[in-house]
């Protein structure tokens, strides 16, 4: 069995490309939001989500790869790339592989191509409608890309899939089935189907994303991607790369409970399975990187499961009111109320938050949340933190249908 | 078989020219596609281009056209799309 580093990092996301991007949107504590303008914007009831800034595709593609691929998959590939530089793998060994997860895959052909057929009464669409809207392009690409010949495919459970594809990958090199791995999410959701599909649950928030705040109402949605190299510890010491992260753990769940309604033990049930898998005791962990999406009930079953998990007597007494749990157990950060939810990209998102967490300290404040809900009795982060002292971070991502993962990542020793 | 209409030909020769980046002079009814520095995606985009511009549907296969797609010369292209075009009372 190996032990799994991560030696690499890209990101795509509202703050804008790269990583250094990336780490200054969660420093400067300001919130992605702004009024969508594309084709049909003023016929959306929410017209806001966080859109990649100045993502100049052609800047980054040749003709044949811009004709040939969606917008999800051009997020990856610019994430996928800056990755392996980080990495400094000059060639990905024989039998990489890429495991790309994504909620809507090709959502912007498919828009573009259903409008043309439908509204414009178009006959045919572009040859390369399939290639672009295919849910396993990204990984596809990505293969084409840097030449990898193992394990690529592309895995789905909605707002979960980015950790999906990491702990798959991760359990990949872990039993040597792969020497190195290229893992993470891409979805590029925000088109005028994508959203109307969202309003349709009543998800979006009309404002801000609040997460664990008593106002919360909802999400902002938001489109990216963020691909991490997975290699074996040994393997990236002995061509001594840097280790940004062990991922000491993973879990993949489900709650078998509700379509659409969270479940408070399902998701400590995926929590607490990943702590086992790495052998680390709940009261180790010093951070979890919230999934966190403002939604009432998910927030509430994630702080009932965080609850239950870290501090397992707060029921034990007599009810303290305010303070019961908000002071114990281990701080949760919730980056979603900066970057939006960006769908099955989250938890990439908010897997590299929490390498930034463990190699650099940052602890981003929760906007627009001053102090936690009543009803989400967690630690919740309220003021930005640089040089904590973080070795142990826990990631779950909960999604629709009941599909869990969760990665517990920690500074190598 | 059908004779190829000029008009087709030159309409032909002019995307086939600006996918495989050769001046369209050079080309004829008799030029090979499989002689063209034309990769398989230019091919398919070509196609496209002329089923856009006489709306009409080529019998190509995307994954075929590495080989061609199954259409030897200029010449047979323009014959196919030619009579592929929907042209009422045309006697050709």
């Not at chain 1, 079953?301 to 609850?307: K, Q, S």
């Not at chain 2, 020769?13 to 996918?19: D, E, H, K, N």
Request: proline share 6%; with cysteine; net charge negative.
């Amino acid at each position: 069995m190996e032990r799994v580093a991560i030696t690499g990092m890209g990101l795509v996301s509202p703050f804008g490309t790269g990583v250094a991007a990336f780490r200054a949107g969660l420093l400067t504590g300001r919130p992605v939001r702004e009024r969508l303008t594309f084709q049909g914007a003023d016929r959306l009831l929410v017209p806001y989500g966080a859109p990649v800034p100045d993502f100049d595709a052609e800047a980054h593609f040749d003709a044949e790869t811009l004709a040939r691929s969606d917008r999800f998959s051009q997020f990856a590939l610019v994430a996928g790339a800056e990755a392996l530089a980080m990495a400094g793998a000059r060639a990905a060994p024989h039998g990489a592989g890429a495991i790309i997860g994504t909620a809507g895959g090709g959502l912007s052909t498919t828009d573009a191509a259903f409008r043309a057929v439908y509204d414009e009464g178009r006959a045919r669409v572009s040859p390369w409608t399939v290639p672009r809207l295919m849910a396993g392009a990204a990984a596809a690409q990505l293969s084409l890309a840097h030449g990898l010949t193992g394990p690529s495919f592309a895995v789905s459970s909605a707002c979960a899939s980015g950790n999906h594809a990491l702990a798959l990958a991760a359990q990949m090199v872990r039993s040597g089935a792969a020497p190195l791995m290229l893992a993470g999410g891409a979805d590029a959701m925000l088109t005028f189907g994508g959203i109307k599909a969202w309003e349709g649950l009543r998800v979006l928030s009309p404002d801000f994303c609040r997460p664990f705040g008593p106002d919360r109402n909802g999400f902002v949605m938001a489109e990216g991607a963020g691909v991490f190299v997975l290699e074996p510890l040994s393997a990236a010491r002995a061509r001594g790369a840097t280790v940004l992260a062990e991922i000491a753990g993973t879990a993949l769940t489900a709650d078998a409970h509700d379509l659409t309604a969270p479940s408070a033990a399902g998701a400590a049930a995926a929590m607490r399975a990943a702590l086992r898998d790495a052998g680390i005791e709940p009261g180790a962990v010093d951070l979890i990187s919230a999934h966190g999406t403002a939604t009432r009930a998910n927030d509430l079953a994630e702080a009932e499961a965080i609850a239950a998990l870290f501090v397992p007597d707060r029921d034990s007494g007599h009810d303290s009111g305010h303070d019961s749990g908000h002071d114990s157990g281990p701080r949760v950060m919730a980056t979603k109320s900066l970057h939006g939810h960006a769908m099955g990209a989250s938890p990439a998102f908010e897997a590299a938050a929490a390498i930034l967490a463990l190699t650099e300290g940052l602890v981003p404040a929760t906007a627009g949340v001053p102090a936690p809900a009543l009803d989400c009795p967690i630690r919740l982060a309220t003021r930005t933190e640089t040089g904590a002292d973080i070795r142990t971070c826990l990631s779950p991502s909960f999604a629709f249908g009941g599909l869990s993962a969760a990665l517990v990542l920690t500074r190598p020793a | 078989m059908a004779t190829v209409e000029p008009a087709i030909l030159s309409a032909v020769a002019s995307v086939i020219a600006a996918a495989s980046g050769r001046p369209a002079e050079g080309l004829g009814a008799d030029t090979l596609i499989e002689d063209l520095p034309l990769d398989s995606m230019a091919l398919v985009e070509a196609l496209f281009t002329l089923e856009e511009r006489f709306d009409v549907t080529i019998p190509f296969q995307v994954a075929d056209a590495g080989q061609g797609g199954g259409i030897a010369t200029l010449g047979d292209l323009a014959r196919q799309i030619g009579a592929l075009r929907p042209v009422p009372g045309s006697a050709v």
